[in-house]
């Protein structure tokens, strides 16, 4: 089969470029600052509309990762120590922007001792302490199982606590570097024990099955997982994990019924579905 990063994308991938005096705001306020954005690094398709929305993800830890997963489009390598000034500049660059709802997200820092978790933590407490009546969502990584660590992020209180399982159990260890799903399992199940929203997502055309996409939705709320989302994997570069499947959007609103009937609170699934789309939603 020919890599489908060469393959014709169906019409319902067809991305308008975002544009609009928003966006350009939001790009000279992250560029200002020298920010990082998973919306960008990432390619999100999604970006346009979300900051029109007053809605952002921001990134810290810098812009490395130390991971290396197929699936991802981020940098990855040995990371320049944490930016003591990053903080603060996240912090003035959501109130500057007179966001809503804020999303954070970070690369993997495996470099260091707490894998990033004071850094984590010192970004909530500090977005609370400026900017009170803006909600928080964390898209953390996996602190490499460490519970503890988890648990500094859980005590600053964001109002979502979100970790991807990116994927069915088979093709995890094709497609995330190092994470495992069952550990992936913890992270939520502890989230959930401490009263947290909590939230993961899974991409589709990596070559899974439905049934295995309706075991990993079981698997979601066996350990209290409240928002899912599910959308298309899109193949950054040819280097990446190749996409083996442009599935339909009418499946996707299937699998977003079934997650439903499951007992998820909020489903959003399509093919454009990013983690924080419509991520100020999910905090209701």
Not at 107 to 116: A, H, Q, T
Not at 209 to 220: F, G, K
């Amino acid at each position: 089969m020919a890599n489908a990063f060469y393959t014709r994308k169906p019409e319902w991938l067809k991305i308008k470029l975002p544009h609009g005096e928003k966006l350009a705001h939001v790009c000279g306020n992250l560029n200002g600052r020298a920010l990082h954005s998973i919306c960008t690094s990432g390619l999100c398709p999604n970006r346009g509309e979300c900051w029109s929305n007053g809605t952002a993800t921001f990134m810290i830890g810098g812009d490395t990762c130390t991971r290396n997963c197929r699936f991802c489009n981020v940098t990855t390598g040995r990371p320049k120590p944490l930016d003591p000034n990053e903080i603060e500049r996240v912090v003035d660059s959501i109130c500057d922007l007179g966001l809503k709802h804020a999303v954070i997200t970070s690369v993997d820092r495996d470099d260091l001792p707490d894998y990033g978790a004071a850094h984590w933590a010192s970004m909530v407490r500090r977005l609370h302490e400026r900017c009170p009546g803006v909600t928080v969502e964390t898209l953390i990584p996996d602190f490499n199982g460490r519970l503890d660590l988890l648990d500094m992020v859980i005590d600053e209180h964001p109002n979502v606590i979100s970790h991807n399982l990116e994927t069915v159990r088979r093709l995890t260890p094709d497609v995330r570097c190092h994470a495992t799903y069952d550990c992936s399992l913890s992270i939520i199940a502890h989230i959930a024990s401490r009263g947290i929203r909590t939230k993961s997502g899974i991409m589709l055309g990596l070559g899974e099955t439905p049934e295995e996409i309706y075991q990993t939705m079981d698997d979601l709320r066996a350990v209290g997982c409240e928002v899912m989302t599910i959308g298309q994997y899109l193949q950054p570069t040819e280097n990446h994990y190749e996409v083996r499947e442009y599935v339909h959007p009418d499946q996707f609103e299937h699998y977003r019924l079934v997650a439903l009937e499951k007992g998820f609170r909020y489903v959003e699934s399509a093919p454009l579905v990013r983690s924080s789309y419509h991520a100020e939603r999910h905090v209701l």
